[in-house]
């Protein structure tokens, strides 16, 4: 990857909207009715514990036929919101229809949306309608594991002159079961963070978790990573929320995750120290979650072992084994990472996998085992 050149941006305190670190968005994921959003606004305002209220008014859907958002007539709704809660207002662009409509109704900040964001066509006609107005852009990463298209969403709207910006991070779409509706893939943000240290990074952790009881977990996550504000989904009356209604929260289980939480502050980005010490401690939390992954297939290797040994099957299956290790190659191909690395690497945990298999039927529970062709595992 070549050298990434640092993108002139403002932190969030010098965005002109009195707005500090960590910057705090709540509100539904859609503007419903005025009612709805003025009930959720006072609530969230009466908790004391966010700046800017967010909902979206053009609801990019997946599938044709669901609520697609209520469109220009809740920018009113929203103005009342400001004039009556003093909050702040934020809502998605996917069009330059979208920017001079947001613009002419005096919308404060501005987020481009999963959907959008992978597409240069999109984000590159958003950029050419805020030349010349200052206005702060979130950007949330595309909603496939692609940083190059981040990072250029960023540089788009850069181009075109806008220094209030700041990167979200609201997880990704991938063809692997996880707990998560989007997998953190937390390497993502970690990287463009490393390249961009500049950028702030805020979490989404609604979109992330996808149900109310994961997102204080994967909030405090993004705060211990250094993350430098979250934008949640709350809703007055989530159980008959019009979009994700899985994943909003009342504004008082708001109130209450935000009061457990706790706030790192800052690292410092400048000068050469503080730089290695940032990263240094990036490294230390992805060599953690690294160790923590690992300890979690070994517990998984050895269910597997006692599965098998209970319906006598060996505990070598080769076909499973070269699966594993072509989906590795694979990936390490997309990453970057060099194929002979990646194979003893996996040697490597195959071995302790191996191990771990067979320690319940008399073998050594350390070393592997003389009689047990370590390139095998199912
Ligand atoms: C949203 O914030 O409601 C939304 C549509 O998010 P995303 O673009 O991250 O899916
Ligand atoms: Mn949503």
């Given at each position: 990857m070549s050298h990434p050149v640092p993108l002139n941006v403002l932190p969030v305190a010098q965005w002109g909207l009195g707005l500090e670190r960590p910057l705090l968005i709540a509100g539904p994921c859609s503007a419903e009715s005025e009612e709805q959003v003025m009930t959720t606004a006072r609530a969230i305002k009466a908790a004391g514990k966010a700046q800017v209220f967010r909902a979206g008014l053009w609801k990019p859907r997946t599938r044709p036929g669901n609520f697609e958002g209520a469109g220009p007539q809740g920018l009113q709704w929203l103005r009342r919101m400001k004039e009556e809660t003093g909050l702040l207002a934020i809502t998605e662009v996917a069009t330059a229809e979208h920017v001079g409509a947001c613009l002419e109704a005096g919308i404060d900040m501005l987020w481009i949306g999963a959907r959008t964001t992978p597409n240069p066509f999109s984000v590159q006609a958003i950029a050419d309608a805020l030349k010349g107005v200052d206005i702060p852009v979130l950007v949330k990463n595309p909603i496939n594991p692609d940083l190059q298209l981040w990072i250029g969403a960023l540089e788009r709207l850069h181009r075109a002159g806008l220094r209030k910006l700041a990167a979200v991070h609201r997880g990704f779409s991938w063809f692997e079961r996880t707990p998560y509706r989007n997998s953190p893939m937390w390497e993502f943000p970690i990287r463009l963070k490393a390249a961009h240290p500049e950028v702030e990074l805020i979490c989404d952790p609604s979109h992330i978790a996808g149900s109310v009881d994961r997102i204080g977990t994967v909030a405090q996550q993004a705060l211990d990573l250094g993350f430098g504000?979250?934008?949640?989904?709350?809703?007055?009356?989530?159980?008959?929320?019009?979009?994700?209604a899985d994943q909003q929260m009342t504004p008082a289980a708001y109130a209450e995750m935000l009061n457990a939480l706790i706030f790192r502050a800052a690292v410092p980005t400048e000068g050469m120290s503080d730089r290695l010490a940032e990263l240094r401690d990036l490294i230390d939390q992805l060599?953690?979650?690294?160790?923590?992954?690992l300890g979690t297939r070994m517990d998984i290797a050895e269910r597997i072992g006692d599965h098998k040994r209970a319906h006598n099957v060996a505990i070598l299956q080769p076909e499973r084994w070269d699966s594993i290790l072509r989906r590795?190659?694979?990936?390490?191909?997309?990453?970057?990472?060099?194929?002979?690395?990646?194979?003893?690497?996996?040697d490597a945990i195959h071995r302790e996998s191996i191990r771990r298999q067979s320690s319940g039927i008399g073998e050594p529970a350390s070393g592997s085992p003389a009689s047990v062709d370590i390139e095998r595992e199912g």
């Open positions: 504000g979250l934008m949640v989904e709350v809703h007055h009356d989530p159980e008959h929320a019009r979009s994700d060599d953690e979650e690294i160790a923590q992954k590795q190659l694979r990936l390490a191909q997309q990453l970057g990472l060099s194929a002979d690395f990646v194979r003893d690497l996996m």
